[in-house]
């Protein structure tokens, strides 16, 4: 089945600082979607994204499909965008969602 | 619009007791999934529900796992008898269509088996 490979696994942000965060997919796919999973575990959508350049407020996305790979932008991090955050997709002629394994968030005040 | 319902949300149960878990979709979705969330990994697919017929069930251990969506609407996921490994969060999902299309996740029931 498609992999799915995101980086860095664990990131430690400065109230207000900026970051990126990177998924990998291994094939061409027809789905891709950004979640936010609370310390509580709700799994919040963030972005169904499987081409191209969207943005909500202080997150922005990118999905560049001829190159396998999408960016997950924070900018100004708050407190409140800690937890995990998972790319999921899923490919042409597979009905699966396929989540990697999430990147760790922590913003310190 | 209410979101996806899910309960209960915690269950704590002794090994080999069964246990079932409830889902309610959002209004209209027509597709409905249920995954199985292990601590520090990804969701994982059990089953697919298009309408009360159920299209992916291959990562479902038919052993000990049901599920079932009688009308096309609420589902039941129930384990019987639970085992230790059983221990995770069951997240259940909806979407308008198929796999294509944005899915919705509930809050999840969190299960312990002792």
């Known amino acids: 089945g498609i992999q799915v490979e995101q980086s860095p696994p664990d990131l430690i942000l400065q109230e207000g600082a900026n970051s990126t965060l990177r998924c990998n997919f291994s094939d061409s796919v027809n789905n891709l979607q950004w979640f936010h999973q609370n310390p509580w575990g709700q799994l919040i959508n963030l972005f169904y994204i499987p081409s191209g350049t969207k943005q909500n407020g202080r997150l922005s996305a990118t999905t560049v499909a001829t190159e396998r790979y999408s960016l997950l932008y924070i900018s100004s991090s708050q407190t409140t965008d800690s937890g995990v955050y998972f790319c999921?997709?899923?490919?042409?002629?597979?009905?699966?969602?396929?989540f990697g394994k999430g990147n760790q968030v922590v913003v310190i005040p | 619009e209410a979101g996806v319902v899910q309960s209960p949300r915690y269950k704590i149960i002794e090994k080999k007791q069964p246990v079932a878990f409830w889902c309610n979709p959002i209004s209209g979705h027509n597709t409905l999934y249920w995954y199985l969330q292990n601590l520090g990994q990804g969701p994982e697919l059990l089953i697919r529900?298009?309408?009360?017929?159920?299209?992916?069930d291959s990562q479902l251990p038919k052993d000990r796992f049901s599920a079932e969506r009688l009308k096309g609407v609420d589902s039941t996921l129930k384990i019987q008898p639970a085992e230790l490994g059983d221990s995770a969060v069951y997240l259940c999902a909806s979407s308008l269509g198929g796999n294509a299309d944005t899915q919705y996740f509930g809050p999840g029931t969190r299960l312990t088996v002792l």
């Open positions: 529900y298009e309408n009360e017929e159920a299209v992916d």
């Open positions: 999921a997709v899923t490919s042409y002629g597979n009905n699966r969602l396929a």
